[in-house]
């Protein structure tokens, strides 16, 4: 891989891994034996699932099934539609899979997996997230990777004997996992970076959201002219530069919210309004709460009980 697109590829994975750590994470261990099949209808989550025992099929609407054996991990952006099932049956013959815990039978399961999920706040997908593809699986290089395995384990005992403090530790289990899996996506699978220009405006955006930025000085970042940069940034990315840098301050600033004390004057500063009405205008136009409620956890607009759980954890 070329040295500007690997940074590139790192930018994006750190990008991703940001805008969606905005909830926490939550995990779940599935087991199941005979015949068994279940769907994931799409809501707006990011999603992992690492397949442990036994061999199954990736079910989606639009393509062929696809078998997955232990070690297989399937990568679900934006809460695609997608099923799991022990044999290669339509997606449209599987039943839902269950949010409520169901007790394990006993004995050794067939098929057993772990599934880990981000909530996306108020059902936006960030805009990184949605240029990734919808469902894709991965077989990771554990020899290159062995890090990744350990994290798995580390994930399935938590997730098969939790412990104290288990909410924190399989959160920040699932945050490690997210990594390693982005690491496995192909450089031609992440749009952004296939061109070095738009790379380097992006993590400009990233790393210093409370700059002045105007169209012509990231352009001028990224070597290209107005309408170049413009053009590619927008292909790229899926919306214009301005925008996404709008759209990047407040998931920033909603990351803020949940994890500094600091006041929304100065949180406002830090992502690049001059004044707190200003933010808080912004932030309730995106989210449909103001900062405040948003930060001592306020439920959000059309949310009922269960989403708001999933969204900051126990």
């Not at 099934?65 to 695609?80: K, Q, S």
């Not at 554990?142 to 399989?170: C, F, S």
Request: include cysteine.
């Amino acid at each position: 891989m070329d040295t500007r697109d690997y940074h590139a590829a790192v930018d994006m994975i750190t990008a991703v891994t940001d805008s969606v750590r905005v909830t926490r994470a939550h995990g779940r261990r599935i087991t199941e034996s005979g015949e068994w099949g279940m769907s994931f209808t799409p809501i707006a989550v990011l999603g992992v699932h690492v397949l442990l025992r036994g061999s199954g099929w990736l079910v989606t609407a639009d393509r062929p099934p696809v078998e997955v054996r232990p070690g297989d991990v399937v990568l679900v952006a934006a809460g695609a539609e997608h099923g799991l099932a022990s044999s290669p049956v339509p997606l449209a013959g599987l039943p839902p899979f269950e949010l409520a815990h169901v007790p394990e039978p006993p004995g050794a399961a067939d098929f057993e997996f772990l599934c880990g999920a981000y909530p996306m706040v108020n059902g936006r997908v960030p805009q990184l997230v949605r240029q990734l593809p919808p469902v894709l699986a991965v077989t990771p290089d554990y020899e290159r990777d062995p890090e990744l395995r350990v994290v798995i384990d580390m994930l399935r005992t938590d997730l098969a004997e939790p412990g104290a403090g288990t909410e924190t530790v399989r959160a920040a289990l699932i945050d490690l996992l997210l990594v390693h899996v982005l690491r496995c996506v192909r450089p031609e699978e992440w749009p952004a970076t296939t061109a070095p220009g738009v790379a380097s405006a992006l993590r400009e955006i990233h790393d210093q959201p409370h700059r002045a930025w105007t169209v012509d000085r990231l352009s001028a970042v990224a070597g290209m002219s107005r309408t170049t940069f413009t053009r590619q940034f927008t292909a790229a990315v899926g919306m214009p530069p301005m925008s996404y840098l709008l759209d990047w301050r407040l998931t920033a600033a909603a990351r803020l919210l949940q994890r500094s004390p600091a006041p929304l004057a100065a949180v406002a500063r830090q992502v690049g309004y001059a004044t707190e009405y200003g933010f808080a205008t912004a932030f309730r136009r995106k989210y449909g709460i103001s900062p405040g409620r948003f930060r001592t956890g306020g439920a959000l607009p059309g949310e009922n009980r269960a989403d708001r759980r999933r969204r900051l954890g126990p």
